[in-house]
């Protein structure tokens, strides 16, 4: 069992920058993918970013490709989410989630644990 708590979100202007963290509860975080996924009002929810754990690969939306970067800290049981260059668009609740199955990280159904999001809201 996994527990994913999101922290960071907040207002910031356009061009500016945020650092989301996911902290993660349970002693097999290590061995899971990671990912951000994001849900805008009247929007589906949509892939953000992926850590593959199994393989050291990074992912990213085409959208947000160049300005985020995902990230873990293993002894910290945490994954971050920089995100720079900000735009209004990006304006979301983000949330984290954990997948044991380390393929297609950008399908949500894959992924078995999410947080219960932050919101990030970019004005312009």
């Known amino acids: 069992q996994v527990q994913l708590v999101e922290s960071g979100g907040g207002l910031v202007q356009a061009g500016g920058s945020l650092r989301l963290s996911c902290a993660a509860s349970?002693?097999?975080?290590?061995?899971?993918?990671m990912g951000w996924f994001r849900q805008a009002p009247g929007k589906e929810r949509e892939f953000v970013a992926s850590?593959?754990?199994?393989?050291?690969?990074?992912d990213y939306a085409d959208s947000v490709k160049g300005r985020f970067t995902i990230s873990r800290d293993g002894a910290k049981n945490t994954v971050y989410l920089q995100m720079d260059s900000l735009k209004p668009e990006d304006t979301a609740v983000y949330y984290c989630?954990?997948?044991?199955?380390?393929?297609?990280?950008?399908?949500?159904?894959?992924?078995?644990?999410w947080g219960q999001g932050t919101q990030v809201t970019v004005s312009s």
């Open positions: 349970g002693r097999t975080f290590s061995t899971y993918s």
């Open positions: 850590i593959n754990w199994r393989v050291g690969t990074t």
């Open positions: 989630a954990a997948s044991v199955r380390h393929y297609e990280l950008r399908n949500g159904m894959n992924y078995d644990y």
